[in-house]
Nanobody
């Protein structure tokens, strides 16, 4: 298994950009699919984006499609979530997750490794 540590969150204004990073420990990062989820206050955790083990396939929630880009650098054992044109409704704690597999995965139950989360706050 790997341990995941997110960073890059912060307080920004609507329309700004942020890039979240997720650094994984361990030497088998390139055998895991990765995902990003978020949880806003008082709401359930929701899927944001996912990427396959080699970066060849990605999938996004409709709410972020065209604004967010998920990517990974297996040589650095790091995953990224580039967030552009941020909106106040993007405010949440963002979590990266990983699971062993060759596909990509969109539900939280499919992931068995999670980071601690990083806060993103978008002011209007």
């Amino acid at each position: 298994q790997v341990q995941l540590v997110e960073s890059g969150g912060g307080l920004v204004q609507a329309g700004d950009s942020l890039r979240l990073s997720c650094v994984a420990s361990g030497r088998t990062f390139n055998t895991y699919a990765m995902g990003w989820f978020r949880q806003a206050p008082g709401k359930e955790q929701e899927f944001v984006a996912t990427i396959s083990w080699n970066g060849g396939r990605t999938y996004y929630a409709d709410s972020v499609k065209g604004r967010f880009t998920i990517s990974r650098d297996n040589a650095r054992s790091t995953g990224y979530l580039q967030m552009n044109s941020l909106k106040p409704e993007d405010t949440a704690v963002y979590y990266c997750a990983a699971t062993y597999g060759v596909s990509y995965y969109t539900t939280r139950n499919e992931y068995d490794m999670w980071g601690q989360g990083t806060q993103v706050t978008v002011s209007s």
